[in-house]
């Protein structure tokens, strides 16, 4: 079993940066693709970003593409998310996700079996 435990949400102004973690625990898969999604109030979870498991290639939504970076530490079991530029429409509860079966960047939630209980980032304009 894997525990994901995200951190680094809080309240932040519009063109702030902030960095999300996420540590890995229980039975770890390196080898494979983890991401982040996000779901703002009243509207469906969406993908933010993913990663593969060598973090040789990355994936990102058009929505956060040249402003969020995604990368992980595999030594330390550990994904992140560092945002800048943010904006009111970031505003959500993040969630970290880990695939047992995919190996490259994904955009599908059905791609991942493991999900974070979330971080709320809120963004104030």
């Known amino acids: 079993q894997v525990q994901l435990v995200e951190s680094g949400g809080g309240l932040v102004q519009a063109g702030d940066s902030r960095r999300l973690s996420c540590a890995a625990s229980?039975?770890?898969?390196?080898?494979?693709?983890m991401g982040w999604f996000r779901q703002a109030p009243g509207k469906e979870r969406e993908f933010v970003g993913s990663?593969?498991?060598?973090?040789?290639?990355?994936k990102y939504a058009d929505s956060v593409k040249g402003r969020f970076t995604i990368s992980r530490d595999n030594a330390k079991n550990t994904l992140y998310l560092q945002m800048n530029s943010l904006e009111a429409g970031d505003t959500a509860v993040y969630y970290c996700?880990?695939?047992?079966?995919?190996?490259?960047?994904?955009?599908?939630?059905?791609?991942?079996?493991?999900w974070g209980n979330g971080t709320k980032v809120t963004v104030s304009s």
């Open positions: 996700v880990r695939s047992i079966k995919k190996l490259s960047p994904t955009s599908s939630p059905y791609d991942y079996d493991y």
């Open positions: 229980g039975r770890t898969f390196s080898t494979n693709a």
């Open positions: 990663i593969s498991g060598s973090a040789g290639s990355t």
